[in-house]
């Protein structure tokens, strides 16, 4: 961005939470979002999932994670099988960003 410009939307702060997580079922050959309590999540931050800590269930793909509502994680995962397949419980490794401010509707 331009040094000329009042920059908007740079990262405020971007840390790592391990919220443990009990997903139910997902059907086969579908994804499914599941929600999760996770205190201190906010509707602005920009959520990736780096994955179980553990060995993820043969077949399953963590794939988008949002927060439609503050302190509740949306959590989707696929299911790639032809039967239904429960997620690794445990331990996720998240990745949380903040912005300073709204973001910028382009990279000019």
Request: hydrophobic share 40%.
């Amino acid at each position: 961005m331009s040094s000329t410009t009042i920059t908007r939307g740079n990262v405020l702060e971007t840390f790592y939470i391990g919220p443990t997580l009990t997903p139910a079922a997902v059907a086969t050959y579908t994804t499914a979002v599941q929600t999760f309590n996770i205190p201190g999540l906010k509707t602005t931050d920009i959520i990736v999932a780096i994955g179980a800590k553990g060995v993820q269930v043969a077949g399953i793909i963590t794939a988008e994670c949002d927060c439609y509502t503050d302190g509740v994680l949306s959590f989707q995962f696929a299911n790639t099988t032809a039967a239904s397949v429960t997620p690794y419980a445990g331990t996720y490794v998240l990745q949380i960003t903040r912005t300073e401010g709204p973001l910028p509707l382009t990279a000019v």
